[in-house]
């Protein structure tokens, strides 16, 4: 039976995860340099070893929290949370995230379509969901998260 490993994260207390070969690495928070007039839900640009990555709020990406009306972080605040970096065609992002799970594996033949009730941006960026015994964890789909065509359309 074909088994599947999944990185496993917290947004919002919601639970969700990324296939583990889109996964590079899990890494606490850097210091930030915004980038002006970038997207709502790119928090800025960092440093990791030498090669400079975009971060993205992946809470406002999936359409979880309010946009801000001002800036309420300054580099040199403190981050929370941690960042996943994930690889995807070539292209490496880091996706703040509230906390980290562990890596689960499942069987790939309880893979599930994504939820009906999720309605908007978060269903449409998600591959699917594993049944859990207190609910779902839910499959993000990287190349749909990454897809900058994808995230600036308007779900209605």
Do not use: W
């Not at 999944?6 to 930030?32: N, S």
């Not at 599930?112 to 009730?117: I, K």
């Not at 449409?124 to 998260?145: C, N, R, S, T």
């Amino acid at each position: 039976m074909a088994e599947q490993q999944i990185c496993t994260f917290f947004l919002k207390g919601v639970y969700f995860g990324f296939d583990v070969q889109h996964v590079q690495e899990v890494i606490r928070p850097q210091a930030t340099t915004r980038v002006p007039l970038a997207a709502p839900d790119i928090c800025g640009l960092i440093n990791l070893r030498g090669q400079i990555i975009t971060v993205i709020d992946l809470q406002r990406r999936l359409e979880m929290k309010e946009p801000q009306t001002q800036l309420t972080t300054k580099l040199g605040d403190d981050p929370q949370g941690f960042n996943i970096i994930v690889c995807c065609d070539r292209e490496v992002v880091s996706l703040l995230v509230d906390d980290v799970g562990d890596v689960l594996e499942f069987a790939q033949n309880t893979f599930q379509p994504p939820p009906a009730t999720l309605k908007g941006r978060m269903r449409q960026m998600l591959a699917g969901a594993y049944p859990l015994p207190e609910g779902f964890l839910l499959v993000l789909d990287a190349e749909k998260i990454l897809d900058v065509n994808l995230t600036n359309q308007i779900i209605k």
